[in-house]
C-alpha cells in the first residue's frame, strides 16, 4: 500500500464530519483543491482563526469568539426567559426562526443511563444556579422530542417545577423530531404555542 498523501489525511478527516462519508470527503476534497484560491486557501485560514478563537460560553453553553457569546452578552435578551436546548445545532435553529428574544441553556446533550449520562454530566445544576442569579420567570423545555428528550424535560421539570414558570414547545414538533431539521415556519409555531409543563 502506498504512502500516504496530505490529500489522502484531509480525506479521511473530512469523512469524520458529519453528513459525509469517504466518497462525499473525496469529491469535497477534490472540489477543494481545484478551486485552491478561491475556497481552499481561505477555508484553511478560516478553519485556523476558528481553533484559535472558539470558545463555549461560561454562561449558556453557546460557541463563539469570546467568554461571553452574543447573546448573554445583550441585555435586551434578559427578559426573564432562558429556552433550554439539547445542543447548540438546536440553539442556532431556535435563532434561525428569529422569534424568541430571551437566552439560552446548551446542556450539552440528554439523560441516557444506557450512556451513563446523569444530571451532573450535563449543564443541569448551570441551569439551577442561573435560575437564582438571573431572575429567571420561565423556563422553555425545547428539548428535542425522543425518549431521551423527554426523559431530559420531564427531570428538569421536577427539578425546577416550584422554583420557575415551565413550558414546552407545542404543536408542530412530531415525535421523534429533532429542532435542526425543522423549518423556520415549524419552530415558530410550536414557541408561541407552547404549553406549561
Excluded at 457569546?69 to 435586551?76: G, K, N, R, S
Aim: with cysteine.
Amino acid at each position: 500500500m502506498a504512502d500516504r498523501t496530505e490529500i489522502d489525511v484531509l480525506i479521511e478527516l473530512m469523512a469524520k464530519l458529519p453528513g459525509l462519508g469517504p466518497r462525499s470527503a473525496r469529491r469535497a476534497v477534490l472540489h477543494l483543491v481545484r478551486k485552491r484560491a478561491l475556497l481552499l486557501t481561505p477555508l484553511a485560514d478560516a478553519i485556523g482563526r476558528v481553533a484559535v478563537s472558539a470558545r463555549e460560553c461560561i454562561n449558556c453553553g453557546n460557541v463563539g469568539t469570546s467568554d461571553l457569546c452574543p447573546i448573554c452578552a445583550d441585555p435586551q435578551r434578559a427578559n426573564g426567559q432562558i429556552c433550554v436546548v439539547e445542543d447548540v445545532a438546536d440553539l442556532w435553529a431556535m435563532e434561525r426562526s428569529k422569534v424568541f428574544k430571551g437566552r439560552y441553556h446548551v446542556l450539552g446533550g440528554t439523560l441516557s443511563a444506557l450512556d451513563a449520562i446523569g444530571p451532573n454530566e450535563l449543564r443541569i445544576p448551570q441551569l439551577v444556579h442561573r435560575i437564582e442569579d438571573e431572575a429567571v420567570s420561565e423556563i422553555i423545555l425545547a428539548l428535542n422530542a425522543t425518549v431521551d428528550g423527554q426523559t431530559t424535560a420531564h427531570y428538569i421539570a421536577d427539578q425546577l417545577e416550584t422554583r420557575v414558570e415551565l413550558t414546552s414547545l407545542a404543536q408542530g414538533v412530531p415525535i421523534g423530531g429533532e429542532l435542526d431539521y425543522l423549518d423556520d415556519g415549524t419552530i415558530t409555531a410550536a414557541l408561541n404555542a407552547r404549553r406549561k409543563v
